[in-house]
């Protein structure tokens, strides 16, 4: 971890994913790469993080992307996605409290399953902030903003290049701007469509789809994802 | 109320809606009364449960609807929707508690939203038992069981009969025939088709989907659903 000043990558709008080596993070790598997005995929160990980034590019031979610790991953871009088991995430965070820089955005995906805590994965923990993203937006530094997003749709759609998405992203946040950046950026991958459903607050309504889904995809075999009806189509 | 045994009704397998004059109430009434199913409409007035039913037989006019005070409707069928706020809920269940008999099937569609303390509809209330549906289990007499259903379809679409729905239903129960007789009810209601969202406890998080469609409804001016994807095709 250093101590620089964070200074924009040069290139056009990468994204970092803290957590990218694990199949949520993976597969977001992998579909955003596609999109024309470079990719920072970060792990606590590079090792790791590099021979993700190795895979992502076979995958997507056109795609840009590089793997770092997960600090060093953190200063490389303006948005910054977590993706790690919420068993890590407050470690993470308190790891990255030196990284992140006022005007960062971070996209917290953590879902508090009770699988953390050797319970259930279709059942969730009460945190004491409300959510895993409000719990983030307490840890992140003073002008860090945190949006939560990615919660129901399942990994391993992501990371099956030939799989056809076709769902809904829910995406919470106390800034329409923030939103509205990640909305945009959800709607570069094909077959995702981007929904604010409100303020961070109601993330903990949204991180309880998950475990949801969970049960749904155990009794019917399959990786479910939500839609939203009844909305204008974009 | 009367002490009568419950004798099931002899029409096949009519339905009964209690709070069946409320928006939701009604909307499920005209919907399975256009599905053939016979309906009885209770409200705590059976004034009002009478005049509900003379409004779904001018909506649906080969449809069968009777209007009756909410223990006399409660009589009449194997299957119950209970479809009342949340501020009544308990109170109604208290009412039904010599009605309903052992056998029956109540199928709970509240949800314990924060505008039955003056909150917002777009927050949630914390029940002692989990949920609403949890709560209607525990006060429902012995050998009734409760299945939960109907959280997010909006009332005002049930209602317009010219709205075609497409939309899921969530089902949770601990009892797959229940479950199973429900989700094959909804199955009768064109565009809908019910999901088995896992046993009674999951109706915390399904009924925690309303006030985040709310939240939807308010910011895309729209009347919200949900559908999970990647089930297979019924």
Redesign the interface.
């Known amino acids: 971890m250093d101590d620089e000043i964070y200074t924009p990558a040069p290139m056009a709008d990468p994204i970092s994913i803290i957590g990218g080596s694990g199949a949520l993070g993976y597969g977001l790598a992998v579909r955003l790469g596609r999109a024309g997005i470079p990719v920072t995929i970060g792990s606590r160990d590079a090792a790791r993080a590099v021979e993700a980034a190795e895979r992502a590019a076979a995958a997507v031979p056109d795609g840009s992307f590089t793997g770092l610790g997960n600090a060093e991953a953190a200063a490389e871009s303006s948005i910054v996605i977590l993706s790690v088991p919420f068993r890590n995430q407050s470690e993470t965070l308190t790891n990255l409290k030196t990284t992140l820089q006022p005007g960062q955005l971070v996209v917290d995906a953590t879902v508090p399953l009770a699988a953390a805590v050797s319970g259930k994965a ?1 059942r ?1 923990l009460g945190v004491w902030q409300g959510s895993a993203a409000q719990q983030a937006q307490e840890m992140v530094p003073e002008g860090v903003r945190v949006v939560s997003a990615f919660h129901t749709v ?1 990994a391993a ?1 992501l990371g099956d290049l030939d799989w056809q998405l ?2 809904d992203i ?1 995406v919470c946040g106390d800034k329409k701007d923030d939103k509205a950046r990640v909305i945009e950026l959800i709607g570069k991958i094909d077959g995702l469509r981007g ?4 303020k961070l607050e ?1 993330s ?3 991180e ?2 998950t ?3 969970i ?2 995809n155990v ?2 075999k ?11 189509s974009a």
């Open positions: 279709t969730i399942a759609h076709d769902e829910l929904v604010d459903a409100g109601m903990r309504i949204v309880s789809l475990p949801l889904l049960g749904i009794r019917h399959t990786h479910a994802g939500i839609k939203i009806t009844g909305l204008p």
